[in-house]
């Protein structure tokens, strides 16, 4: 069966838009856009898929310092 | 009320924490193409078997992830396969009106563990998001601006650093639930409006 592509004719709605079509609040819609529109306080970095810590957070442990001194 | 219909995709796919990404992967990739997702977790539940027949009977099409059947616990996932069953009749009285895919994670697995359905092409995600928005722009096709892979990957990415503060906002345990399902769709939307008038 071929897959034909279905084309999609509505235009992306807005959150407010969506709220009013679920018939949700729109309180919970500028809740949520006020976690999206907020900046966002910490960062995490990874490494060859690994979690390494929170970078701004994050405080040394013994063991991590004994390796830098090493280093 | 907007003028014109929003068109609707019912996505059939495992909620269990191992398809966290994936799951947000879809609900991102779905709302950034401009359609509406109708899932068994999207409405609090009314008999679970009656809410997904009545969704598949709103829905213009469905799509269903046919990744993680294999048995938990010692138990097969047969609700995959069920809701895919119930899709395919709906499509067999529709017509084809219906349109129906299937979501794999392994080439050739579909048409193994699902040979009746071997007329249709799954779409091999690889258990990656991006396998998920690229299959999801194969079927897809928007006719005013279009979202690129790119684009809903760093919408995902977004959506994936708000988790902890729209968990808290919906008060919801999982996130397979009615409330943050509906918080993740209009994350979604309102990162999709940053992105297009980023564009203007």
Do not use: W
Request: proline share 5%; net charge positive.
């Amino acid at each position: 069966m071929d897959v034909k592509p279905i084309i999609i004719e509505n235009p992306i709605r807005t959150p407010e838009e969506m709220a009013e079509i679920l018939g949700v609040s729109l309180d919970r819609v500028e809740a949520v856009r006020r976690i999206m529109n907020a900046p966002v306080r910490r960062k995490k970095s990874v490494v060859a898929g690994k979690t390494v810590g929170t970078a701004s957070l994050k405080k040394s442990s013994p063991s991590e310092g004994r390796a830098a001194k090493k280093q | 009320m907007p003028a014109k219909r929003t068109r609707s995709v019912f996505l059939n796919i495992p909620y269990d924490a191992a398809f966290e990404t994936l799951y947000l992967a879809y609900i991102v990739g779905l709302t950034q193409l401009g359609l509406r997702v109708n899932a068994a977790i999207s409405v609090p539940s009314q008999g679970r078997l009656n809410t997904i027949i009545r969704l598949i009977e709103q829905s213009d099409s469905s799509i269903h992830d046919l990744s993680r059947i294999e048995t938990a616990g010692g138990i097969p996932r047969f609700n995959m396969p069920v809701e895919l069953g119930l899709a395919l009749y709906r499509s067999y009285v529709t017509g084809g009106k219906h349109q129906v895919s299937i979501f794999e994670t392994k080439r050739y697995r579909a048409q193994r563990s699902t040979s009746d359905v071997n007329g249709i092409d799954p779409q091999i995600h690889n258990g990656t998001p991006k396998g998920v928005m690229s299959g999801l722009r194969n079927i897809f096709s928007h006719d005013g601006d279009v979202t690129t892979v790119p684009e809903m990957l760093l919408c995902l990415e977004a959506v994936k650093t708000r988790l902890p503060e729209l968990r808290r906002n919906s008060g919801s345990r999982s996130l397979f639930e009615t409330a943050i399902f509906q918080d993740l769709v209009f994350a979604a939307l309102a990162e999709s409006q940053k992105l297009i008038a980023s564009r203007i």
